[in-house]
């Protein structure tokens, strides 16, 4: 059976009015529980692994667990493993080795990557393409970097020695020296990881307001003063998030280290990264590896989450304004 339905009437002068809208009785979600019902798919999936991983991990750090002595992993050590840390002179040297890694590859990036960001906004010929080259490094993994510049440091077949015998200077085991070989490693933490400052530099330098610059021409301002006191101090904010993702990254590597050096001659380029992955997976000390992971991502965090919270809060203040 068919359900009639009343037709709209005229009024008066004629005109057909229509039936009247009728609006949702739903009440809108507040702005937080909006903001919480959008992270909470992904608090489901993480917070049960964080549960677990902190619970595995507490129970490791205070036991002696170690895979070539079965049994160990009932034997508590309550904080030993800690106190062992705190006077372990390889941790400690780790810890010296990744803060020159950090500060003088993340340094040396940022001058470079600003450079040329500042060098492609120009007006030069093959722009285009040369913002697509200086891609290539970044598309690379670590492992096939490293293992690529290893190759071209060979003492023996290496490119690099080869050309440096031939202009007279004479070639030299990079990797092999204590002296260089950290600086070797850093030249290619610099060598990848730069095309990534260059773009968000670049990124950020597009999306500047012109006005300013406009003003300062007008005020007879040249080029370093134009760089110094407008340009870096508009890039600011976008300097910060670049130096704090690489700080982050820099901390964590591994792949190019253990590809290039595993860590040596000796101890001279072992990243904190590389000695856990020396003491779990080498050593099989399962205890005592949790125990430096566990301390360095604490330091690591204490230090670097105010700064990114300070970070994040300015951009989002600067939005709202």
């Known amino acids: 059976m068919t359900q ?8 008066a002068e004629g ?9 949702s009785t739903r009440r809108p979600l507040k702005p937080g529980l909006a903001r919480a019902s959008l992270a909470l798919p992904a608090l489901i999936v993480i917070v049960p692994l964080l549960v677990i991983i902190v619970m595995q991990g507490a129970s490791l750090v205070t036991h002696a667990e170690n895979l070539l002595r079965p049994g160990s992993e009932n034997i508590f050590v309550g904080w030993d493993n800690f106190t062992r840390a705190l006077s372990d002179p390889t941790l400690l040297g780790s810890i010296r080795v990744t803060l020159v890694y950090v500060i003088a590859g993340v340094g040396i990036e940022l ?5 040329i960001a500042l060098a492609l906004r ?5 722009k285009g393409v040369l913002r697509a080259l200086i891609l290539i490094p970044m598309v690379l993994t670590p492992v096939v970097a490293g293992l690529m510049w290893r190759l071209l440091m060979d003492p023996t077949s290496g490119f690099i020695n080869w050309f440096l015998d031939t202009v007279g200077i004479g070639g030299h085991a990079f990797l092999a020296d204590p002296a260089t070989a950290l600086g070797a490693v850093i030249l290619v933490e610099v060598w990848q990881n730069t095309p990534f400052v260059v773009i968000i530099v670049l990124a950020g330098l597009e999306s500047l307001d012109p006005s300013p610059f406009e003003a300062a021409q007008l005020d ?22 670049v130096v704090l993702l690489r700080v982050i990254d820099a901390v964590k590597t591994f792949a190019i ?22 003491l779990g997976f080498e050593t ?5 590896a949790t125990t430096v992971g566990a301390l360095v991502s604490l330091v690591v965090l204490v230090i670097l989450f105010p700064t990114a919270t300070r970070l994040m809060g300015l951009r989002i203040w600067k939005a709202r304004r």
């Not at 280290?257 to 992955?277: D, E, F, H, Q, R």
């Not at 099989?284 to 005592?288: E, L, R, T």
Request: without cysteine; charged residues 15%; proline residues 12%.
């Open 4 to 11: 009639l339905t009343t037709p709209p009437r005229p009024d």
């Open 15 to 23: 005109a057909v009015n229509d039936p009247p809208f009728r609006r």
């Open 220 to 241: 007879g301002a040249g080029g370093f003063r134009m760089l110094w006191n407008v340009t870096l101090p508009m890039l600011a904010p976008v300097l910060s998030i």
């Open 122 to 126: 120009g007006r030069i010929p093959g």
């Open 284 to 288: 099989f000390d399962i205890g005592y």
């Open 111 to 115: 001058v470079l990557g600003v450079s």
């Open 257 to 278: 280290v253990n590809t290039m050096t595993k860590g040596g001659p000796g101890t001279s380029t072992l990243a904190i990264s590389n000695y856990v992955y020396r």
